[in-house]
């Protein structure tokens, strides 16, 4: 079993930071590649972001390339998301996941799970 926590979400204005947090335990963290997705009101749990099991590699939705950073520390057991130039459209609640695929940008392909953080762009 692998648990993951997010933090760092909130309400920010258009234009502005954030950076979430994803604190994972149990099993040993470098096995695993992370991902970021997020899920809107009334929509579909979608990709945002990957990394690698050793963050050399890493992977953007569209919507959030050249906005969006996604890194880990392996070292802290943790991978982040940076979110930058954020939009009305980002809105979302942010969910991090563990898996030991190479699939990345697909939601069955991840095997834990954490509880989510809510992040609100006003505009």
């Known amino acids: 079993q692998v648990q993951l926590v997010e933090s760092g979400g909130g309400l920010v204005q258009a234009g502005g930071s954030l950076r979430l947090s994803c604190a994972a335990s149990?099993?040993?963290?470098?096995?695993?590649?992370m991902g970021w997705f997020r899920q809107a009101p009334g929509k579909d749990r979608e990709f945002v972001a990957a990394?690698?099991?050793?963050?050399?590699?890493?992977y953007y939705a569209d919507s959030v390339k050249g906005r969006f950073t996604i890194s880990r520390d392996n070292a802290k057991n943790t991978v982040y998301l940076q979110m930058n130039s954020l939009k009305p459209e980002d809105t979302a609640v942010y969910y991090c996941?563990?898996?030991?695929?190479?699939?990345?940008?697909?939601?069955?392909?991840?095997?834990?799970w954490g509880q989510g953080t809510q992040v609100t762009v006003s505009s």
């Open positions: 996941a563990a898996t030991r695929s190479t699939n990345y940008r697909a939601t069955q392909a991840y095997d834990y």
């Open positions: 149990g099993r040993t963290f470098s096995n695993y590649a």
């Open positions: 990394i690698s099991r050793t963050g050399g590699s890493t």
